[in-house]
């Protein structure tokens, strides 16, 4: 299967500070890119947990002692990690965003350059698929998910045009949502259309609340000392991640103990979010919106 080369790689596995006898957590594990690196830092006695609700993913598996596969989405972290006794751990990392396996499956219905079934979940056990959204969801929702998740300047008109065309026939296909949207389009077409699918996808598979749910997990199970490194493609994600290491909270609303000191659960390691070089954005261009947070439990 094809899979992305793991974006700012060396850089992450760097960050982690990897001790060869700890306990890792790989959230994102998809074509187990990162993965294979973090085990090659690790001795006999180290363990390294991997999550992915694909079921494509868990056919990457990797065949060793130290590795468990855990087919869940990353919002069940704790609990899964308890399950495999690894109630502590050193270091989490997690690659957000859809792999090039996803894009280019075109069964799946992630990418607008197949006409298949409007689908876009992630784990294929899931209720909701994107044309349920698109038949299910007021007019203000669609705004709303457009505008927030999409950054889709028109969303208001894209959602006013999206109820009017399901009164008088269902977009159950790509080429459905399409004839919709060409018309709409605004500036430079494979963009839009990306923005569109990008904010369709979030909202299939709920991947605000997932992170928001994975990322106070990752405080409850990181040992004192261990270290957190998140990858984010998307403002609203990577707005998420800075919030959560420098304040404890998503929304980035400072805790304060009874005397005014501001309670801070993290070191934080990277004042700036760390980017992928010009040479790698070259090579793999999809790490071109990539940006890496790291920070240490204190």
């Known amino acids: 299967m094809e899979y992305h080369n793991p974006v700012l790689a060396s850089e992450a596995i760097e960050a982690l500070n ?22 090659q830092a690790l001795d006999e006695n180290a363990r390294l947990i991997g999550f992915d609700q694909d079921e494509d993913a868990q056919r990457n598996a990797l065949d060793d002692p130290r590795f468990t596969f855990v087919p869940h989405n990353f919002r069940f972290l704790r609990r899964f990690l308890r ?23 075109a069964e799946r219905g992630f990418s607008f350059r197949f006409d298949t079934q409007l689908d876009m979940r992630m784990n294929q056990q899931g209720e909701r698929s994107a044309a349920d959204v698109l038949a299910t969801y007021t007019e203000a929702e669609l705004q709303n998910m457009f505008g927030t998740l999409g950054e889709v300047r028109n969303s208001r008109t894209l959602a006013q045009a999206i109820v009017r065309e399901r009164q ?30 990008q904010a369709l996808r979030m909202e299939v598979n709920d991947e605000v609340g997932a992170l928001q749910d994975f990322l106070e997990q990752s405080l409850q199970v990181l040992k004192p000392g261990g270290r957190l490194v998140i990858i984010a493609y998307h403002s609203i994600e990577d707005r998420m991640v800075k919030n959560f290491i420098k304040t404890g909270k998503v929304d980035g609303e400072m805790e304060q103990d009874f005397y005014g000191n501001i309670t801070r659960p993290f070191e934080v390691i990277t004042r700036k979010a760390m980017l992928p070089s010009e040479i790698e954005i070259k090579a793999n261009p999809r790490s071109r919106s990539a940006k890496m947070r790291v920070a240490v439990k204190i």
């Open 83 to 105: 399950l495999h006794d690894a109630v502590e751990v050193d270091g989490i990392l997690a690659d957000l965003g859809v792999s090039s396996h996803q894009l280019n499956e």
């Open 18 to 39: 990897i001790q060869a006898g700890g306990t890792y957590v790989d959230a994102t594990f998809g074509g187990g890119g990162h993965a294979r690196l973090i085990l």
């Open 168 to 197: 008088v026939r269902p977009m159950r296909s790509i080429s459905d949502l399409l004839a919709v949207l060409d018309p709409l389009v605004r500036g430079q077409r494979n963009r839009y259309l990306a923005q569109v699918f």
